[in-house]
């Protein structure tokens, strides 16, 4: 799903309407084939949005900033621990790094050392992880229960308090009575004196002092808002030092009236008390006020955890929401300790996503950044609150916000400010914004890509290029250029510009911008791939400024592409996954699903090549769905095998393998228990197991596709195990039912056996079957000679620059040569765009190797903070410290 924030962003310059009916007749052949399409008529279909402003931390040198966070962590009090993993969690949000971010929010949880702390590190690890909770009761079944998702004991959290005994008189001794009777309207309670005078300096003056009262026996309380029954409690609270079962109107009453009296020990005994008995979030909305007004912590506390507990529905309640948009600092201080910053991070996160333009977004942010005390953290929250502004075109508000957060240091902010700079008018001096910060600080890609945003011409390409070869991961250069391509009826360098980016990154709006493409050249077959792609990523995915559903545009193409039979389902599905054509294979997968009753299995194959495509969300979607839809028992389980597989439950896993093979031996459920134990195992004796897993799954019944990723699985087995023969002969299997992939587990056999030219020639087979194929020019370059392997490399970070090896290829034989500084250059430019443990360890012992002790220790502790624990980066670390200065 796209963050709500983005699609908002986005929204904001795209100006042009657009009549999508017009480019689809319903009468098939009505526009001609042969026409070309006119620029104006393709202006209207074809629209690129400036890139949003994204509401995230991005420093300058974000290695920097994480070897400094580590550092400070390794050296700080356990107190401060919690934040500097809050700050790390920012950073590596702002790198698109979804699993650092969940391990940083968890190291936060398990530092934590006040209630409060966990109770909100709790709540976000749950928000973070919803898509869990689709097979919560899944997780439950198996006995897993993470420590983090349950609700803790608020109670025992909180110390009791050391409470002063007040000292009491020897009433034998003074002409007044051993017991003192409280009238409350018509009733009288009868107390002891001194155990009464006992709870707080008020009560020992009123009974034991030289007031009137000291020497009456009977004293009204009428007014004092206490009911007989809660003063019975107080009694017996009084003698016992316990209070029995009460109401929790009851127990408020006492609250109260110990507050008012200064009854400390009885106050604490009725916050902990009532912290027990909340059962709902209305309770916890009605006896948060109270616990603010009566200074109550533990009941505050445990009234904020039930409200936490079910994000993000309850802001959708407006108490919920008043009761955070409105506490003020002493306030806060009652209901979340010293934890406000976390809270309000926690908080604007949900509601950025829910609806960013609304108001309880902006005073959400408002308090963050109230809350904020260190630089760090109010460039977060001043960056954040200034992208709201800027969003609902509060302008001025939105350039005081982005100021303050470039002046504690984020220069990314300079963006938010170049943007109001040109709304309000002035397009030079958002041009000359940038212009400074590309002269003043290290050159990153988003500088560039911004700054074309005020330019035209010669001079706008040079910087969308400049942008993309800091960044090649950055979208709207490649979505640019393709546009302006199609616009000047270039349609074949157009698409291949926009295969470019699709090669590597399945972007949404990147295939949009294809969908228009093929739409506007009436290639309305491959205008249908494209829109069922983009249904499986986002059912809900809305097109044009997000004025039509995608789903209608998919009704609309349908009508201009002849449909296919089941069996032509299937026969296109070959094809397609035989040509490593994954986009291809998911868009026949839908058209199946739409028809096919068998749903469970083609779900489960969508669940694939999602995880193949990098998409793990929707990949859970599917298998979800697949589970659903699971026509038998031993089916359902080899489905939930995999859920729990993928959220990293190996074993749970396993044990649904071995349940559903109890039930009936199946392909599918020996290839689970034989994938779960090839990768979970560590014991070298477990792959005799795997073969004889694999094998009993190859005698099941199965479709092609499957056997061919079994003989292929077998076949790695057999290689690891030394048996090239029987690895080739299972490669050669694979091929023979068209699983293209297992001419590079082939190509590996051929090698071992010292055959590199084989080896080489059936790579080559592989990058010219299939259409995906970076990963195929990397592992070619591994069977040829180095300037046939530079070739094969730069085709890599060509095809997809995200794939680490080739940079760490050419450093290395860099390095060979001797040349220190183009090879650290050429680590340097892929870890500017690509936070990398092996790049950073590469160029650690680099600056090692050139005695640039304190890079190659920045190094080290940015790269822990990506792993803590690798031995090798630790090892490494260990050797640079100890030459430091």
Known sequence: MRNSFLAEACKETQLHALNPQSWLQVERGKLSKSCSYSPSSIESLIKVSEPPILPLLKPIDYVGVLAQIHEEIEQCLPHEMPNLYLIQFQVFRGLGEAKLLQRSLRSAFQCASTVHEKLVYSAWLRYQKQDEELISDLLASCGKCCQESGLLDIASQIPVGTFKLIGVCDSSKRDVSNTVAFQIREEKVVCERQKIASLSIPFHTMLNGSFAESHLEVIDLSENDISPPGMRAISEFSC??????????????????????????????????????????????????????????????????????????????????????????????????????????????????????????????????????????????????????????????????????????????????????????????????????????????????????????????????????????????????????????????????????????????????????????????????????????????????????????????????????????????????????????????????????????????????????????????????????????????????????????????????????????????????????????????????????????????????????????????????????????????????????????????????????????????????AKNNASAYEKRSEYCERELTKEDLQMVTKLDPLRVYPYRYRAAVLMDSHKEKEAIAELTRAIAFKADLHLLHLRAAFHEHVGDVSSALRDCRAALSLDPNHQEMLELHRRVYTQEP
């Open 240 to 769: 016992s030092g316990l209070l029995s079962d009460l109401s929790i109107d009851i127990l408020l009453e006492i609250l109260v009236f110990a507050n008012k009296f200064c009854c400390e020990s009885l106050k604490d005994a009725c916050d902990r008390k009532l912290a027990y008995l909340i059962s709902s979030q209305q309770e916890a909305v009605d006896l948060m006020e109270c616990a603010i007004e009566e200074d109550a912590p533990v009941l505050a506390a445990a009234c904020l955890q039930v409200l936490l507990h079910d994000l993000p529905k309850c802001l959708a309640d407006e108490q919920v929401v008043k009761i955070f948009s409105s506490a003020t600092k002493q306030q806060q201080s009652i209901m979340v300790g010293h934890a406000s910053f976390p809270l309000y991070c926690l908080l604007s996160e949900v509601a950025m996503n829910i609806n960013p333009r609304a108001d309880t977004t902006v005073c959400f942010l408002e308090k963050l950044v109230d809350s904020a005390t260190s630089a760090r953290e109010k460039q977060v929250a001043s960056h954040q609150l200034g992208c709201v502004r800027l969003l609902r075109k509060e302008y001025c508000e939105a350039e005081h916000q982005f100021e303050a957060a470039f002046s504690a240091g984020h220069v990314y902010s300079i963006v938010g400010l170049a943007r109001v700079t040109f709304i309000m008018g002035d397009k030079l001096s958002a041009y000359e914004k940038l212009s400074s910060v590309i002269s003043s600080y290290p050159q990153l890609g988003w500088m560039y890509q911004e700054r074309s945003l005020y330019t035209e011409g010669d001079m706008k390409w040079e910087d969308l290029d400049k942008a993309t070869e800091l960044d090649p991961t950055l979208i709207y250069p490649y979505m640019y250029r393709a546009a302006s391509l199609m616009r000047k009826q270039d349609a074949k360098l157009a698409l291949a510009e926009i295969n470019r980016v699709l090669g590597f990154k399945l972007a949404l709006e990147c295939l949009e911008l294809r969908f228009c493409f093929y739409l506007a050249l009436e290639d309305y077959r491959s205008a249908l791939c494209d829109v069922q792609a983009i249904l499986t990523l986002a059912p809900d995915y809305r097109m044009f400024e997000g004025r039509v559903a995608a789903s209608q545009l998919c009704m609309l193409v349908r009508e201009h592409v002849e449909q296919w039979s089941t069996a032509e389902c299937w026969l296109q599905l070959y094809d397609r996954w035989s040509a490593v054509d994954d986009i291809g294979s998911l868009s026949v997968i839908y058209q199946m699903l739409e028809s096919d009753p068998a749903k469970g299995v083609l779900y489960f194959r969508q669940s694939l090549l999602l995880l193949r495509l990098n998409c793990p969300e929707a990949a859970m979607r599917s298998l979800q769905l697949a589970r659903q839809h699971a026509a038998t028992e031993h089916e359902r389980l080899v489905y939930e095998g995999w859920l729990l597989y993928d959220t990293g439950h190996c074993e749970e896993g396993l044990r649904k393998a071995e349940e559903s093979i109890a039930i009936q031996r199946s392909f599918e459920a020996f290839f689970l228990k034989a994938y779960a134990l090839a990768d979970s195992s560590m014991d070298p004796s477990c792959s005799n197991t795997v073969i004889s897993l694999l094998e009993e799954a190859l005698k099941c019944p199965s479709d092609r596709l499957r056997k061919g990723q079994a003989l292929n699985n077998l076949g790695s087995v057999y290689v690891d195990c030394g048996k090239l023969d029987k690895a080739a002969d299972c490669y050669i299997s694979a091929l023979k039912i068209r699983h293209t992939r297992a001419h590079q587990g082939l190509a590996r056999v051929h090698f071992q056996k010292n055959k590199k030219n084989a080896a080489y020639e059936e790579m080559t087979k592989l990058i010219e079957k």
